[in-house]
């Protein structure tokens, strides 16, 4: 009868169903793993101590190594610039694993930012080869992006920018943590990743949708959404030619501009659905502004090599 009663009446049922959905959400957080935890408080907490910053000047007011640095990134990567030599391919090393779901999506105020669990196995996904300086394990994933009027991509390649970079960082394995990384030149690899919106993709990127439909979850600062089922850190590559990429020693685009990352940027670009894409600029920073244009203006190279891998 009284069951019934809240039936009848629209705003208990309401309250009901918000019941449910909570006991969804907290039994999820439940099921993380300690060390996934620790792994997503400790990327919190290097986010805390990087201060605050925004990208109103595409990072050009940004103090410290960021300012003083001579090893910045991002930069152009210029193919008639480059050393084209025989580099080792990348080895990539249980990307085709299931990752432990489910995985936490943060809108951090800079970024949508997925820390990366291990595998179901519990291995992490990693990488060597290339110019890589050891075995790096996979860390975190995250994207720059622009606006409807412009595109985001921190990198140019030949003057061009995409719409879109992501960041897969990875850590060398001989490091304890990230931060401990971030101070040796040989602590940490980011593979760049560039998106081109195209309205009709050929092919469907069930990986990143994954993550781009939890999006509209995560508008607001400091705000969360998990992602259940299957992911593979390879899914996020979609079926880009891993080949051919650019290669050189640069920096963490992102304050303290820690000058402790070897760079692979793919030339192959993940053509992917403009729908998608839009999703990214209704995400709200921590003054409540559009978090739109979060990427880094391009850097001096100085008298940095930059390498080329050719299929040819
Ligand atoms: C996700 O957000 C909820 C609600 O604000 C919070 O209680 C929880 O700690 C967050 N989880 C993580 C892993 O950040
Ligand atoms: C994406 O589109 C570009 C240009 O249309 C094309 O050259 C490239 O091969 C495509 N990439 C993939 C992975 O399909
Ligand atoms: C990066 O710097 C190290 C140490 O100076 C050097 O050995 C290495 O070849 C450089 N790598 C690239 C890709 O330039
Ligand atoms: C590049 O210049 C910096 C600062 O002047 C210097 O410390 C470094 O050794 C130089 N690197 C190369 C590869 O010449
Ligand atoms: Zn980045």
């Not at 692979?264 to 409540?288: A, E, G, H, P």
Request: charged fraction near 20%.
């Amino acid at each position: 009868m009284l069951f019934l009663n809240h039936c009848n009446d629209a705003i208990p049922f309401r309250l009901l169903l918000l019941a449910i959905l909570g006991c969804a959400c907290s039994h999820a957080y439940i099921e993380l793993t300690e060390e996934y935890l620790n792994d997503i408080k400790a990327d919190e907490k290097a986010e805390v101590k990087a201060g605050e910053y925004n990208y109103d000047h595409q990072g050009d007011d940004w103090q410290g190594t960021c300012k003083d640095g001579n090893r910045q990134s991002p930069i152009d990567l210029i193919y008639d610039d480059a050393v084209v030599s025989s580099i080792p391919r990348i080895r990539f090393k249980n990307y085709d694993r299931s990752l432990q779901t489910p995985l936490v999506l943060v809108n951090n105020g800079h970024t949508a930012n997925l820390v990366l669990p291990a595998t179901i196995g519990g291995q992490r996904a990693s990488i060597s080869g290339g110019l890589l300086p050891g075995m790096f394990e996979a860390q975190s994933v995250h994207l720059h992006w622009g606006s409807a009027l412009s595109k985001g991509s921190e990198h140019a390649i030949n003057f061009e920018r995409y719409d879109i970079e992501m960041h897969i960082v990875h850590k060398n394995r001989k490091y304890g943590s990230i931060s401990e990384a971030s101070e040796n030149w040989d602590g940490l690899a980011v593979l760049g990743v560039m998106f081109r919106s195209t309205r009709r993709p050929l092919s469907t990127q069930y990986g990143l949708n994954k993550i781009f439909n939890q999006l509209p979850r995560i508008t607001q600062y400091q705000s969360n959404a998990t992602i259940q089922g299957v992911l593979t850190v390879g899914q996020l590559l979609g079926n880009i030619v891993t080949g051919e990429f650019y290669s050189y020693n640069g920096s963490l685009t992102t304050p303290d501009c820690a000058e402790s990352v070897t760079w692979t940027v793919f030339k192959d670009t993940i053509n992917y659905s403009d729908r998608q894409i839009q999703k990214l600029w209704s995400l709200k920073d921590s003054r409540q502004q559009p978090l739109i244009n979060n990427y880094r203006s391009l850097q001096d190279v100085y008298n940095r090599t930059v390498y080329y891998r050719s299929v040819n």
